[in-house]
């Protein structure tokens, strides 16, 4: 069995075929960073309108890396939602193009899930396990049960975690994308120097918020006024100390209620983060959980995790029709209470 | 000849099968939204009819713009999938073009046609034809009470769905409104197209015709 993926929701354009072995047969990511860094973010029509000028050309060589021709895939899963709408229409309506040509099943999948179900292709394992989810938009704690079965057990109630990095990134004059670009500059920083925030600490509950660290982030850079090298290192240091402070925290209270049922999971474009990384794995060791994080560039948007979930679904006979209508908001756990104070992302 | 053609880019969606000028199957839905979910289940819809194969076709035909940005790509990705599994090559046709081709033949002697597409913005879209359809200049850009200036002193046919916008700056007796239907319709699209290419025409790639920059500036 074999599924060709596409991803197109936000600024990478991305195919990848995978097989029943877990095998990524191939996989290319065209990253459009370069387009956006002038105007200090993503911008969606500009996204949108590389994504088109791409993909096509994108699927023709990852099939010829793979050495497979259409006619010899099962599916062709692409990113439904959520995601940025223009994007998502381009891969959306390419991908039913080569399915309804190619006489192939058609499946739209919630970019979510492919995160979520990535370390069932690289490391094979059961359910259920506690995954946390930190991307550019979104930040969750959840047990995942079963193909298309997620149980929320917190989100955030205003930023997602890497949009609270691509923030910080910005105040402190570091460019886009935010992540790496603290992670590289706190390197040479001083954790310790300035106490920010730590919200939600110690609270009860599995929900997160960035925005107040934001916030503590700009006004210590105004005390500061103009920032020295040193200033800037010692700021990033501890603001990452702060969020891996915080997110260790909520996914202990998740491990709390998870107890030791499979392991903790993490993915996500900050799944890359190698402090937040290092605190989940000695949180996970402390409990006598495994800790699993795919390598990096599949915590990073890509298109194998949307071929391994399209697979993953074909397996269960649920494909979708030519009439799917992309979702720019799809939970994974429709049923979750909203969280409290929740803005509209939660 | 076969030609499998489609059009998402402005108020409508449509899909012809045509084969040497001939309308084999033919679908089309007056929307304003909506495009993304209906086109590929139209076309399906169509090739059952006939019983052909997208592989059964010589051409893949879209729509190029301009238009709404986001219907523009909905056409042309969907072409785009259909000619990269099918290995056909692909032809575009402006809605300008497709626009006019809809004009009733008894409605062009001695016109200027005048073809209006709606932008969803204060400007409109206009291009003029002769009444068999050569273009005569290019696609511009004007708000109504601009687009007078564009416009030849000679009697004018306006059709497009933009053109309703034009009723409280265009009188007199020098202009009608045709009867056609404002937006473009696929099978206009492969008539075009194979009218293009019997000229002599290259054929237009699959690049979107925006004719707009994102909205988006510069950060100081």
Redesign the interface.
Known sequence: MRVLGIETSCDETAAAIVDEARTILAERVLSQEALHI???GI?P??A??AH??H??GL??RTLDDAQVN?ADLDAIAVTGGPGLI?GV??????????A????KPFLAINHLEGHALTVRLTDGIDFPYLLLLASGGHCQLLVVEGVGRYRRLGTTIDDAAGEAFDKAAKLLGLGYPGGPAIERCAQAGDPQRFPLPRPMLGRPGCDFSFSGLKTAVRQTAQGLGSLTDRDRADLAASFQQAVADVVADRAGHALDQFGRQGPLVVAGGVAANATLRARLKALAESRGVAFLAPPLRLCTDNAAMIAWAGLERLRLGWTD??????RPRWPLDPAAPKAVGAGVKA | MRILALDAATSACSVALVEDGRVLAHRLKVMER?Q??????M??DA?DETGL???DFDRIAATVGPGA??GI??G???????????GKPFFGLTTTRAVAGGVFADERPGMTLVTVVEAKRAELFGQLFSPDLEPLGEIFAAAPQDFVAHLPNTPLMLVGDGSIRLKDVLRGPNVSWSRAPGHPDAVQVALGVAERADQGHAPLPP??L?LRA???T??K
Do not use: Q
Not at chain 1, 100 to 103: E, P, Q, T
Not at chain 2, 36 to 41: Q, R, S, V, W
Not at chain 2, 76 to 86: D, E, N, Q, T
């Open positions: 002038p105007y200090g911008v029509e500009v949108a309108r088109l000028d993909l096509d699927i023709a259409l223009g229409f381009v891969g959306v309506m390419t991908a039913k193009a080569l309804l040509a190619a006489g029709g030519l009439d799917f209508a992309p | 909506g993304a979910e209906a086109l590929m289940p076309l399906a090739l194969a997208v592989a940005f986001t790509r909905i042309l990705a969907a072409a785009r999938g259909l000619c990269l599994a099918s690049r979107p925006y994102p909205d988006v510069l950060p």
